[in-house]
């Protein structure tokens, strides 16, 4: 169980560009949904929180129309990287909440989808 | 603010031994969650382990196992038996129980190597 998939796994796009990234719970329902931007050899950096039915919180120095959430069910969300210039190229990882009870052993936890590289030309 | 904080950026260990990776948060809640999460190199981020921080036992799952210090703010892991595929960047992770927007707060890392 507590299974959470990206899509797609890898995109080359051109500067100025819209890219969207999917994040689905596989097993489960996610009210909340977490997007994290890594970059090589560096830790997860929390971009914001996607709550379903409702709009995103983001994180201080994230740019909410840089960057949209939409979290409009509870087994997916999804995040736009509107134009798109290299400097946004990264890893892109989410993660979905397991509340507790709901998969066995999960008890609250977040779990990660595979990620997504993105590279902006 | 909740700070995480590895001090090993790297660490290597034979097949077979024993290695214990460092943690240290700083926190003025008395009830969290610590984590750790493995990340090997197709990056797929996997939970590991997990502490609730008002169980004093030390958790732990097969070869891996914890060092909860609560009142030192320390949270080592500790791998026997260690094997190739332990090999990979290893984070701790800290989360309030209530409140904060149930964020996690990472460490910045530590590179796991396994040499025959």
């Known amino acids: 169980g507590a299974v959470v998939s990206q899509h797609p796994s890898w995109v080359i796009c051109k500067s100025g560009t819209s890219v969207k990234i999917e994040c689905r719970s596989l097993?489960?329902?996610?009210?909340?949904m977490f997007w994290y931007r890594q970059f090589p050899k560096q830790s997860l950096m929390l971009m914001a929180t996607?709550?379903?039915?409702?709009?995103?919180?983001?994180e201080q120095g994230v740019e909410k129309d840089k960057f949209l959430i939409n979290h409009a069910s509870l087994t997916l969300s999804t995040l736009t990287v509107t134009s798109a210039h290299p400097e946004d190229s990264s890893f892109y990882i989410c993660?979905?909440?397991?509340?507790?009870?709901?998969?066995?052993?999960?008890?609250?936890?977040?779990?990660f989808g595979p990620g997504t590289r993105l590279t902006v030309l | 603010a909740q700070t995480v904080t590895q001090s090993q950026p790297e660490m290597s260990v034979q097949e077979a031994e024993t290695v214990t990776l460092s943690c240290t948060y700083d926190?003025?809640?008395?009830?969290?969650?610590l984590f750790w999460y493995k990340q090997p190199p197709s990056r797929q981020m996997i939970l590991v382990i997990r502490?609730?921080?008002?169980?004093?036992q030390n958790a732990t799952e097969n070869r891996f196992s914890v060092n909860f210090q609560k009142a030192a703010k320390s949270f080592s892991l500790k791998i026997s038996d260690s094997q190739l595929g332990d090999a990979a960047m290893y984070f701790c992770?800290?989360?309030?129980?209530?409140?904060?927007?149930?964020?996690?707060?990472f460490g910045t890392g530590t590179q796991l190597k396994v040499e025959l």
């Open positions: 502490q609730e921080a008002y169980k004093q």
């Open positions: 926190t003025s809640e008395s009830d969290y969650y």
């Open positions: 992770a800290y989360r309030r129980n209530t409140g904060g927007g149930n964020k996690l707060t």
């Open positions: 993660s979905a909440r397991v509340i507790g009870g709901r998969i066995r052993g999960s008890t609250d936890t977040q779990y």
């Open positions: 097993d489960f329902q996610a009210t909340t």
């Open positions: 996607s709550n379903e039915g409702s709009k995103a919180t983001y």
